[in-house]
């Protein structure tokens, strides 16, 4: 099992920019897949990104394309997600997720283990 922390959301204006960060325990986080989902009050769960164990392959959901960039560091067993141009329908919780395959997936059922979450709030 791994072990997922989520840090660095707030509150930021329209047109903003914020960083997240989800830190993994355990030896073996370059072998997952890793994902960003969200949930916004009255909404589902949302996908926004995922990247492959190396990093080498990324992919984004339409709403955020553009703007934000999901990373990692597999030195420091950390996920990262760049947000730019943030809009108030960005605001959400957003959660990081680890999957037990190398490659990526939009499907939440496909990831093991989940983080508590940060809350994102973007002011008009």
């Known amino acids: 099992q791994v072990q997922l922390v989520e840090s660095g959301g707030g509150l930021v204006h329209t047109g903003g920019s914020l960083r997240l960060s989800c830190a993994a325990s355990g030896r073996t986080f370059s072998s997952y897949a890793m994902a960003w989902f969200r949930r916004a009050p009255g909404k589902e769960r949302e996908f926004v990104a995922t990247?492959?164990?190396?990093?080498?392959?990324?992919y984004y959901g339409d709403s955020v394309k553009g703007r934000f960039t999901i990373s990692r560091d597999n030195a420091k067993n950390t996920l990262y997600l760049q947000l730019n141009s943030l809009k108030p329908e960005d605001t959400a919780v957003y959660y990081c997720?680890?999957?037990?395959?190398?490659?990526?997936?939009?499907?939440?059922?496909?990831?093991?283990?989940w983080g508590q979450g940060t809350q994102v709030t973007v002011s008009s």
């Open positions: 990247i492959s164990w190396s990093g080498g392959s990324t």
């Open positions: 997720a680890a999957r037990l395959r190398p490659y990526s997936s939009v499907d939440p059922n496909d990831y093991f283990s």
